[in-house]
């Protein structure tokens, strides 16, 4: 069973840097684009940043962009989120996902997404 698990979520100052990291367990996810979103309580699942298999192809949601940098360690089975420049806006708790199939048009919807991880938190005070 594959599971995907994320970590280095915590608590920053405003302007600080998190590194986030997802690591699949039970089958290699070379050939799977990965994605990261983010969600607060009361609101819907938003797309942050994603990732084609190779690494060769990004997208990011525009509140991130120039900020954060997603980026994957194939032989690791990991992918990153570093998020620098932060602010209290992106506090939530973020998830990564994995695709099959990875069409940079729709990469950004949830449905997409055939595997999650269990979310770790971000909170950024300010």
């Known amino acids: 069973q594959v599971q995907l698990v994320e970590s280095g979520g915590g608590l920053v100052q405003a302007g600080g840097s998190l590194r986030l990291s997802c690591a699949a367990s039970g089958r290699t996810l070379r050939t799977y684009g990965m994605g990261w979103f983010r969600q607060v309580p009361g609101r819907e699942r938003e797309f942050v940043a994603a990732i084609n298999w190779s690494g060769g192809s990004t997208r990011y949601a525009d509140s991130v962009k120039g900020r954060f940098t997603i980026s994957r360690d194939s032989a690791r089975n990991t992918e990153y989120l570093q998020m620098n420049s932060l602010k209290p806006e992106d506090t939530a708790v973020y998830y990564c996902?994995?695709?099959?199939?990875?069409?940079?048009?729709?990469?950004?919807?949830?449905?997409?997404?055939?595997?999650w991880g269990q979310g770790t938190q971000v909170t950024v005070s300010s």
């Open positions: 996902a994995a695709a099959q199939r990875f069409t940079l048009g729709t990469i950004s919807l949830p449905d997409e997404y055939d595997l």
